[in-house]
């Protein structure tokens, strides 16, 4: 992309944006981001991203290079500095648009977003909602004094009242589910990054095993041949011989670099476990395998699965059909696979608590399991199953699992969301059905049933 087609882009977009060069000149800037920073766009001519921004030309030059290299778009932050001296934290956004060649440096698409307005547009949600909460008493109030005087008015203004306050719960949910879901994100992205650190180091490590044991073992047979060419040694090459065990160190060498390649790939695959569950580069439709996404959130649960003082080890069934890659929103499917796992091992966890179980819940007790089925319906759909063997859903909250802000946990362990959440993003993002089935004492399943192509 040219300056000259940036300019003719970006024109009619309303965010800030500016185009610069992996060495951060700025090639061209957009009306927005002069207005932002209080200059016209000819005195950004010719300046450098360095000259308008707080961090320095390291850090500049490192998040430069960091964006003309990904594939994604690099998430950063930048302090810019405006025409009256005041600073502005803004929410960067950089993706490559040339990447860099022998005869051009790369090209880098700059997206801001000042972090002050995003903060006070909150801001203002919230006090929106203080307000009509606040109308809402009022509303009731008078329909207290109303109905002495005309029950027919006292009906209407009821009608009105439940329409407000079904409003406001709505808005209340969607403010939850607006801060649980800016949670999410910043997991993700934080999971993302240290799987990003972790991997290269255990690229570099794995990847040089090999070289050192064949080096190693060239160096041995080196030894080897020694003995074999000169049988008489001296004294003190005869004593530093038995004093390092030559032929155990042989023997246990070979097993000692195979511990540690099988220790590289046990790392190697809990980081793309947990690159597979952020997938913070596919927020939007994509055909993903389902069971990628099932098994990452097993990866992230494996802690809890384990045996404790307390806990005995919960065994994990996989009955996993051939399933047709899915069109879905794979990050969301992701956290509905997590939600509904996390509750079957509370549940599991709770039974082994309970000193009320009867004879055949302590034998279930002893062998804790999670069971997980998929299958092709027909050509059009595929189904989930999640099933556990704990105490199962008494009769009187069967109804109720799915509903925003019910939970049956103390306080502080649960909000009440995850299912909810999780019903949301089957049924309405991908226009599945989200089932549970539950025989009280015999633990429950819930049945994921989604399109092949949710469009």
């Known amino acids: 992309m040219t300056p000259e087609q940036f300019l ?6 309303p965010e800030p944006l500016l185009l610069v060069s992996g060495k951060g000149h700025l090639l061209a800037t957009n009306q927005p981001l002069a207005d932002m920073l209080g200059l016209r766009r000819q005195e950004l001519r010719g300046k450098m991203l360095i000259e308008l921004v707080t961090q320095s030309a390291d850090d500049v030059v490192e998040y430069l290079q960091a964006c003309s290299t990904s594939r994604a778009m690099v998430i950063g932050s930048l302090t810019f500095r405006n025409n009256d001296g005041q600073t502005l934290i803004c929410r960067s956004q950089g993706a490559v648009i040339q990447p860099c060649s022998h005869e ?3 090209l880098i698409l700059l997206r801001l977003e000042n972090r002050t307005l995003a903060s006070s547009n909150f801001v203002l949600l919230n006090q929106k909602i203080d307000e009509l909460a606040k109308e809402v008493q009022r509303r009731k109030q008078a329909e207290e004094a109303l109905w002495k005087a005309n029950q027919d008015l006292e009906i209407r203004v009821e009608e ?19 801060i649980q879901a ?3 994100s910043g997991l993700g992205q934080i999971v ?6 972790i991997n290269n180091p255990v690229s570099f490590i794995h990847g040089n095993l090999h070289h050192a044991h064949k080096y190693t073992h060239d160096l041995l047979n080196l030894v080897q041949i020694y003995q074999q060419v000169f049988p008489n040694t001296p004294l003190e090459i005869q004593h530093e011989l038995e004093e390092i065990d030559l032929d155990f160190l042989i023997q246990d060498i070979t097993k000692l670099f195979q511990s540690m390649k099988v220790g590289t790939e046990r790392i190697q695959e809990i980081v793309k476990s947990l690159r597979n569950f952020s997938r913070l580069n596919e927020a939007e439709l994509k055909q993903v395998n389902i069971h990628e996404g099932i098994d990452s959130a097993l990866m992230i649960l494996e802690h809890r699965l384990q045996a404790r003082h307390e806990y005995p080890e919960i065994k994990v069934i996989k009955k ?11 990050g969301q499917l992701n956290q509905v696979f997590m939600n509904i796992l996390a509750n079957a091992i509370d549940a599991l966890e709770a039974l082994a608590l309970n000193s009320q179980t009867t004879d055949s819940q302590k034998l279930i007790n002893n062998n804790p399991q999670i069971q997980i089925k998929t299958e092709v319906i027909n050509e059009k759909w595929i189904a989930v199953s999640i099933a556990d063997n704990g105490l199962g859903i008494n009769e009187q909250i069967y109804s109720k699992v799915f509903d925003p802000f019910f939970t049956t946990k103390p306080v502080g362990k649960g909000t009440g969301l995850g299912l909810s959440v999780s019903y949301q993003i089957i049924v309405e993002k991908h ?4 089932n549970c089935f539950s025989v009280p ?6 049945v994921i049933k989604i399109p092949v192509n949710s469009v």
Request: hydrophobic share 35%; aromatic share 6%.
């Open 182 to 184: 800016e949670k999410m």
């Open 431 to 434: 226009g599945g059905q989200l």
């Open 104 to 106: 051009s440096s790369a």
């Open 160 to 178: 009105r009242t439940t329409a407000l306050q079904e409003t406001l719960n709505e808005l209340q949910l969607t403010q939850t589910q607006l």
């Open 320 to 330: 996993y059909s051939q399933l047709p890659n899915v069109t879905c929103y794979p």
């Open 192 to 197: 993302a990054g240290i799987a990003h650190e």
């Open 8 to 13: 003719e882009f970006a024109r009619v977009l």
């Open 441 to 446: 004492g015999k633990g429950a399943e819930f």
